[in-house]
């Protein structure tokens, strides 16, 4: 006997409850399936960005370098095509057909003609041409890891320039409750008639100011994450590694004089004198003659007086430039070629130049801000911290002044910014010295 609940067999609308748990069950997991990349992703930004990932993150397929490397390969293929013979023309045709009367047999010269002409350039030429881009894919390939040091060095500049934004942010926002603090204390005392306005007006203005400058770094800081975007996309989002790299010592000036020499960009400089030297060679050689030579056949039909068959003919030429009209062809490829000679050579040493110029500044500035660094650590920082300590228990025993107190502590920030402003200064330093110097990661 069925029981019934209404209309509907209980069993009925059990098995329908039953079905629609297992379905919203399945939608749940499905949701949650969905989830996880998503969820992957927002962990992912909560990770702290490292320089060493920054660094990865740009070298890995970077399209500057993958353009010049593209443009190395092109250069490669056309050095080995300039480096072969011209295509051999073919050539066929009838000859000496007559054209008032009779046909293909009618006169004895009437022929049907094949023929081949290869040319061949002024000797050496096609080796020079392929000298010359060779050189040239060279001076590409140089340019590809000179990008490689280019990105390396904006990364880590950015990379630095947005740790010191958020690094001096925590810094005058920890300081905030002080301030603020202090505010409430002297608004108190000012109440019941210890403190007089002036010293109330004084701390709200440097809360203010404290507000203020908060602003003006969120502001610097984003500008920060939107250079660094450029390099690492995405992650520029993630909150920067609060550990700067131990970059506390560089090699001595001449050995970093001496890794510049091998610069890639000196590298390519060298190889753009090497592809300007191959095409002073190729405009050389190529006032000497070019020539080629054509090999013919030649097919008669119809027969002699005698009856015997007419013979075939074959034909061999030798054709050569004429050394003439060359003032204003070869000559003027030739001074060409020697002026891109002269340029190539002027241009590297302007590079040598400057990069030494570079490589001199920055070693000096390495050396100051290592001095800086020291005083700050060894004297400024706990003077300052002092100071204030000192201003603010005279002021508390009625024996100082507060406008010593607010210098005091505003003195105290600035010195603990400038003293990561330094440190970053140094790590960028060395970013540019390990470019110029060729410093391994």
Not at 137 to 162: H, I, S, Y
Not at 201 to 217: G, K, Q
Not at 409 to 433: G, K
């Amino acid at each position: 006997m069925k029981s019934y609940c209404g209309r509907q067999p209980c069993y009925t609308r059990n098995t329908n409850s039953i079905r629609a748990r297992v379905s919203g069950v399945s939608c749940v997991f499905l949701f949650l399936i969905n989830l996880l990349p998503v969820t992957d992703v927002w962990a992912q930004q909560d990770i702290p960005l490292t320089l060493a990932a920054a660094e990865d993150i740009a070298l890995d397929q970077e399209p500057g370098r993958a353009a010049l490397a593209a443009r190395a390969s092109a250069l490669e293929e056309t050095s080995v095509a300039a480096g072969q013979l011209p295509d051999p023309v073919l050539r066929t045709g009838i000859a000496n057909y007559p054209t008032e009367s009779g046909g293909f047999t009618t006169e004895a010269m009437t022929q049907a003609q094949l023929g081949i002409r290869q040319a061949f350039p002024p000797g050496g030429s096609l080796a020079a041409n392929a000298r010359k881009f060779e050189s040239l894919a060279l001076e590409m390939k140089e340019n590809a890891d000179g990008r490689n040091r280019d990105v390396l060095a904006a990364v880590r500049q950015a990379w630095l320039e947005t740790y010191y934004w958020e690094r001096a942010h925590e810094i005058v926002d920890e300081s905030r409750p002080f301030f603020s603090d202090l505010v409430s204390t002297t608004r108190s005392l000012y109440s019941v008639g210890r403190k007089d306005q002036q010293d109330l007006l004084r701390a709200e203005l440097e809360l203010s100011r404290i507000d203020a400058r908060l602003i003006e770094i969120n502001n610097n800081h984003m500008r920060a994450i939107a250079a660094l975007s450029q390099w690492v996309g995405r992650d520029s989002a993630r909150p920067i590694a609060k550990v700067l790299p131990e970059w506390r010592e560089v090699p001595t000036l001449a050995e970093l004089r001496s890794g510049l020499m091998t610069h890639p960009a000196i590298n390519a400089a060298n190889a753009r004198i090497d592809a300007r030297e191959a095409g002073v060679d190729f405009a050389e050689r190529n006032l000497k003659p070019a020539w080629a030579l054509d090999l013919g056949y030649g097919h008669r039909n119809g027969t002699l007086p005698n009856g015997d068959p007419r013979s075939d003919f074959i034909s061999l030429s030798l054709s050569m430039d004429l050394p003439v009209l060359r003032k204003n062809r070869q000559s003027r490829h030739l001074s060409a070629a020697l002026s891109e000679r002269r340029a190539a050579n002027e241009s590297k040493e302007e590079l040598v130049r400057r990069l030494n110029s570079q490589l001199e500044a920055e070693y000096a500035r390495w050396i100051d801000l290592n001095r800086h660094i020291k005083l700050y650590e060894t004297q400024i920082l706990s003077l300052a911290d002092e100071n204030a300590q000192s201003a603010l228990r005279a002021y508390q025993s009625d024996a100082g002044d507060f406008a010593d107190v607010m210098r005091g502590y505003i003195d105290s920030i600035n010195t603990r910014v400038e003293h990561i402003r330094l440190q970053v200064d140094r790590a960028q330093s060395f970013a540019v010295l390990a470019n110029l110097g060729g410093l391994r990661r």
